[in-house]
C-alpha cells in the first residue's frame, strides 16, 4: 500500500511556482496577486483562507485578505466583487465558501470576472471546462488529477466511482476524468444520496473518489482488493484527546480501507495541501493571461 503524500507533492508544486516566480521577477515582470474575500469568522474558513494566503507569502505572490463581517448585504458584497474585478493590481480572487445564508452564492460567483475566477466556480469556466477549453479548473479536482498523474496512477479505461455530486468536486471530477486527457479515459459513476445498492457499485470501482462530507462512511467491505483511494471529506469530530477539542476525519474509513487499497490518500495530508497548491497555479496562470 502507497500513501499518496499530498503534502510532500503540493510542496513540490509550489517550489516549481516559486521558481517561476524568482524569474518573473528577474525579468522585471510583476508578480502574481492573489485577493481572498473572507465573509465573517467560522472556524474552518479562516484556517483554509489564512493557509492560502501563508501560502501566497512562502512563495513570492502578493495577497490581499478581505474580510468583511458576517451580516454584510448581498449588494455590498458584489460591489466589493465590482472593486476586484476592475482593480488591475489583481490577477485573481476567490471568494470563501460558504457564504452566509443571506447571500445567494450562484448570484456572487456569477459576479466574478471568469478571467479572474482562479476557483472556477463561474458559469462560464464550468462550461469551458466541460468543452475542454482553456480555463481556471476548480483546485481540488485539478489538485486530485495532479496527484493521480504525479503518482502515475491509470486511469485510462479504469472504473472509477465518484462518491457525491457537488459543484466543487463530486460533478467537476466526474467530467475531468472522463475527459481525454493526463489522469482521464476513465469510466466513471457518480453515486449520491439516492442512488440504490451503492456498495454493489463501489465494490466494482478501481478508484473511488469519496467526496460525500459524511465522515468515514466507506468502509473496507465496500471496496475491492487493490482499490486506489482518493479521500477528500475533511470533518472535524470531537476529540477529547486533542488539544483544540476535534481531529480531522476524512470521508473514507482509512483502518479498514487501506488494509485493501493499493493507494491511499490521508488525511490530513492529501487531497486538502494539493487544493490549496493548484489554487495558486490557476493565479500564476492568471498572472500569465492577464494583459494578453
Ligand atoms: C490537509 C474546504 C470544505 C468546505 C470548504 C490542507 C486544506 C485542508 C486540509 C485547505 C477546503 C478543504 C478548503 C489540508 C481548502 C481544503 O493538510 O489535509 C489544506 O485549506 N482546504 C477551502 O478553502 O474550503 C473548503 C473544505
Not at 96 to 105: A, G, N, R, S, Y
Not at 183 to 187: E, L, R, S
Given at each position: 500500500m502507497t500513501i499518496l503524500d499530498g503534502k510532500k507533492v503540493s510542496n513540490d508544486i509550489k517550489d516549481e511556482i516559486a521558481e517561476h516566480v524568482k524569474s518573473m521577477i528577474?525579468?522585471?515582470?510583476?508578480?502574481p496577486h492573489l485577493a481572498a474575500i473572507l465573509v465573517g469568522s467560522d472556524g474552518a474558513s479562516m484556517t483554509y483562507v489564512n493557509a492560502k494566503v501563508k501560502a501566497c507569502e512562502r512563495i513570492g505572490f502578493n495577497s490581499t485578505l478581505i474580510e468583511l463581517p458576517e451580516y454584510i448585504?448581498?449588494?455590498?458584497?458584489?460591489?466589493?466583487?465590482?472593486?476586484?474585478?476592475?482593480n488591475d493590481a489583481i490577477d485573481g480572487f476567490i471568494v470563501?465558501?460558504?457564504?452566509?445564508?443571506?447571500?445567494?452564492?450562484q448570484k456572487v460567483l456569477m459576479a466574478i470576472n471568469p478571467d479572474k475566477d482562479v476557483d472556477g466556480f463561474h458559469p462560464v469556466n464550468v462550461g469551458r471546462m466541460a468543452?475542454?477549453?482553456p480555463t481556471f479548473l476548480p483546485a481540488t479536482p485539478y489538485g486530485i488529477m495532479e496527484l493521480l498523474e504525479r503518482y502515475q496512477i491509470e486511469t485510462s479505461g479504469k472504473n472509477v466511482v465518484i462518491l457525491g455530486r457537488s459543484h466543487i468536486v463530486g460533478r467537476p471530477i466526474s467530467i475531468l476524468m472522463s475527459q481525454k486527457r493526463k489522469?482521464?479515459?476513465?469510466?466513471v459513476t457518480v453515486v449520491h444520496s439516492r442512488s440504490k445498492n451503492l456498495e454493489d457499485i463501489t465494490r466494482e470501482a478501481d478508484i473511488v473518489v469519496?467526496?460525500?462530507?459524511i465522515s468515514e462512511?466507506?468502509?473496507?467491505?465496500?471496496?475491492?482488493?487493490?482499490?486506489?483511494?482518493?479521500?477528500v471529506g475533511i470533518t472535524r469530530v470531537p476529540d477529547a484527546t486533542k488539544k483544540n477539542g476535534y481531529r480531522l476525519a476524512g470521508d473514507v474509513h482509512y483502518e479498514s480501507v487501506s488494509q485493501k487499497a493499493s493507494y491511499i490518500t490521508p488525511v490530513p495530508g492529501g487531497?486538502?495541501?494539493?487544493?490549496?497548491?493548484?489554487?495558486l497555479k490557476n493565479t500564476l496562470l492568471a498572472r500569465e493571461r492577464h494583459n494578453k
Open positions: 528577474s525579468k522585471g515582470e510583476k508578480v448585504s448581498e449588494e455590498e458584497l458584489l460591489e466589493k466583487i465590482h472593486d476586484l474585478n476592475t470563501q465558501l460558504p457564504l452566509p445564508e443571506q447571500i445567494d452564492e468543452l475542454d477549453l489522469a482521464g479515459d476513465a469510466t469519496a467526496a460525500i462530507g462512511f466507506l468502509t473496507g467491505d465496500m471496496v475491492k482488493e487493490d482499490v486506489v483511494i482518493i479521500d487531497v486538502g495541501p494539493m487544493t490549496i497548491a493548484m489554487l
